[in-house]
């Protein structure tokens, strides 16, 4: 998967099949709309992008009280990677950004800078200045642009969102946190000489505790520490971990 900063450097496509979002954790749901990206760049030979935003539309909006990230840039790009994105396109969410209307978003960037053909968007899925735009916005471009909508997704009747799975890694409760995300939790940063991790400041953590996790492949144990460090055994290096 290659990975894009900005509108600068965008490559020559066959034809871009994409669904746009933050991506928080890539659970479940997220896993249906980028699955169905894929499946439509396969058939008609083109490309599957993701477009995400770095950083958090929430965090430049300053609506970060008590908000979390279940994963970094970096996080994300791993998952994305696992479900066979061919580009994820990194949009710089700066205040600037965050005023174009969805008009704007649509003609100038998706259509006009990006040349998307195709796009995938959830059922709930809101974009461009004060969330303007929706599906219903989307339909009227029918011909310059191809929709497709997808549903809530559920695992046995338990709704797939971002903020239920942040509650429940809150919570310390991993395996349901696996259960909807449908992978293990990820977390990745650069360890120091006494091996705590050093990992973005609105990385969510489970509780302070030990958990059984695997680091860089191998099984091991970590220690969530009540200063909301991780202690690791690997020192200064790179960690993966999954919990």
């Not at 710089?92 to 998307?116: C, K, M, Q, V």
């Not at 559920?154 to 890694?169: A, G, L, P």
């Not at 946190?177 to 705590?196: F, N």
């Amino acid at each position: 998967m290659k990975i894009i900063y900005g509108f600068e450097t965008i490559p020559a496509m066959r034809h871009p099949v994409a669904t746009v979002g933050s991506y928080d954790g890539v659970h479940r749901g997220h896993q249906a709309l980028i699955g169905e990206v894929v499946r439509r760049a396969a058939t008609v030979g083109g490309e599957a992008l993701v477009l995400t935003f770095e950083p958090h539309p929430r965090i430049t909006l300053q609506q970060c009280e008590n908000f979390y990230l279940l994963s970094s840039i970096e996080e994300k790009a791993a998952l994305l990677e696992r479900y066979g994105v061919d580009y994820m396109v990194v949009i710089p969410f700066d205040t600037t950004f965050s005023r174009l209307s969805h008009e704007e978003f649509i003609g100038d960037y998706i259509i006009g800078r990006l040349g998307i053909k195709e796009l995938v968007v959830g059922y709930n899925h809101r974009f461009g200045h004060n969330k303007s735009g929706n599906y219903n916005y989307l339909a009227t471009k029918e011909g310059e642009l191809r929709v497709t909508e997808i549903g809530q997704h559920t695992v046995d009747d338990d709704k797939v969102s971002s903020t239920v799975i942040r509650e429940v890694i809150a919570n310390g409760d991993m395996a349901q946190a696996e259960r909807l995300s449908g992978h293990p939790y990820i977390i990745i940063g650069m360890a120091d000489d006494g091996g705590k991790l050093l990992i973005d400041r609105y990385k969510l953590l489970p509780p302070t505790g030990i958990y059984n996790a695997t680091v860089n492949g191998v099984r091991a144990s970590i220690e969530i520490m009540p200063d909301g460090k991780i202690l690791t055994c690997a020192k200064a290096q790179k960690n993966i971990i999954e919990l």
